[in-house]
């Protein structure tokens, strides 16, 4: 009764591990297998003469000892050997000397011990291959958006527990300055690195990160998240500011104002889970210069020169003159808005005012005003153009597509500032 007790047993921990650890059929026969050998080698010696038939759907295990047959009186090695009458006894009569018999082990006479030792084989072959497809998982999982809710927070870090009962670090260090966190509070991140160290998987997650103001905007807005718009560059700060740049392959969808939405509704979502972090959005061009205005936006470029000479970081100089009142604000405070433009765009910009800057021949849109309709000037400058030169360095096709404007149009338009600088 005791035996058939414990085979029980054995059958119900089969049953456990298939269905509560999640392990599929192939890897459990497999680690059961491996389990039983191993147990089996201890006590034997080895395990040569064996086969291990598992049935996880049932939950038990069979095992079959192969032993030699040979003369009565003979058996030298009892794990390898057994004697002729031994063998015909044991349900062989027409075995003969030479012959392999099978003889089938019920495992549960070696007793307690080596059940024991069974089933700590198994859960530590189990728990070793948990950890392996948890590091499996998030490593391909690197960069992406992941909920967890907060289980402790320590000092220097934040356990968060995700659906699947999977343990997630917030180290202090990837954490919004802003953040507070408060056991049972849902946090939004993406998974920053997964570390293997002594095959103990830890997943570190982030919030101060691009990626997770990029994977933001793709759960917030439908465009970014479908390929319909691009996002091709962010520069940020956590918890102060950020800049993103944007591009749409439909000419019918306008990139920026679908990522703000109506009335800010996509991107005030955004700003909350930031902890208020002011956000803006420009539109993407290839145009260096035109690029590098949008960028250092809200303020107002007089004039700008790109150095051909490459720095030490690889990154070209940039200096951009301004109107005196609005040199701060391409500043920002504490040069948060001129290091996010810098970022952006790859240059070293440096700002100067306008009466710091040497002889330009430039002239602003405003005094082609005898000559280009007011309207089209202010579509110009729409573009984030403000002299005639700026405007003659982008594609006129780019003019025509952005500015809303009729070929014949922009024809006179470059054709009366090409001729004022021939001139």
């Known amino acids: 009764m005791a035996r058939r007790q414990e085979q029980v047993n054995m059958t119900d921990q089969f049953k456990e591990f298939k269905e509560l650890k999640n ?42 000892q192969n032993l030699e047959v040979v003369p009565d009186g003979e058996v030298t090695n009892p794990n390898k050997e057994i004697s002729l009458s031994d063998a015909q006894a044991d349900d062989d009569p027409e075995c003969e000397v030479g012959d392999e018999h099978t003889r089938l082990i019920d495992f549960t006479k070696f007793g307690r011990r080596a059940i024991l030792n069974l089933r700590q084989t198994l859960a530590s072959k189990i728990l070793d291959l948990q950890k392996e497809a948890i590091y499996n998982k998030f490593k391909v999982m690197e960069g992406e958006l992941v909920v967890g809710e907060v289980y402790q927070v320590w000092k220097h870090e934040v356990l968060l527990i995700d659906a699947d009962n999977n343990e997630l670090l917030l180290p202090k260090d990837q954490q919004i300055p802003n953040d507070i966190y408060r056991k049972g509070d849902t946090v939004r991140a993406v998974v920053h690195t997964v570390e293997n160290k002594n095959n103990n998987p830890k997943i570190i997650v982030s919030r101060k990160s691009e990626m997770f103001l990029r994977r933001l905007f793709e759960a917030e807005v439908p465009e970014i998240h479908d390929g319909l718009i691009e996002i091709r560059a962010i520069a940020r700060i956590p918890g102060e500011r950020a800049k ?25 979502g955004i700003v909350r889970e930031l902890r208020n972090e002011n956000i803006d959005v420009i539109n993407y061009t290839s145009n260096p210069q035109l690029l590098i205005q949008r960028a250092l936006s809200p303020a107002h470029i007089s004039s700008i020169r790109i150095s051909d000479e490459v720095g030490e970081d690889g990154k ?35 700002v100067y005012r306008d009466n710091d800057a040497p002889e330009v021949d430039d002239i602003y849109l405003d005094q082609f005003d005898d000559e280009i309709d007011q309207w089209v000037l202010d579509a110009l400058k729409a573009l984030g153009c403000n002299t005639a030169r700026e405007v003659l360095a982008l594609d006129k096709q780019e003019i025509m597509d952005r500015a809303d404007l009729e070929e014949s149009t922009v024809d006179h338009v470059l054709e009366v500032f090409r001729a004022e600088f021939d001139e």
């Not at 191993?38 to 759907?57: E, H, Q, R, T």
């Not at 000419?251 to 920026?256: A, G, S, Y």
């Not at 301004?322 to 808005?337: Q, R, T």
Request: net charge negative; charged share 25%.
């Open 23 to 64: 392990i599929d059929k192939p890897t459990l026969i497999s680690v059961l297998e491996e389990s039983f050998r191993s147990v089996l080698a201890k006590m034997f010696g080895n395990d040569d003469n064996f086969d291990v038939i598992v049935n996880p759907d049932q939950g038990d295990c069979e095992i079959y």
């Open 244 to 268: 993103i740049a944007v591009e749409s392959f439909d000419d019918r969808i306008d990139p920026v104002g679908a990522c703000v939405g109506v009335k800010g509704s996509r991107i005030h």
């Open 316 to 350: 070209r100089n940039v200096e951009v003159f301004l109107k005196p009142e609005e040199v701060s604000l391409a500043i920002g405070k504490s040069g948060s808005n001129i290091k996010l433009a810098a970022q952006l765009t790859g240059f070293n910009i440096d």
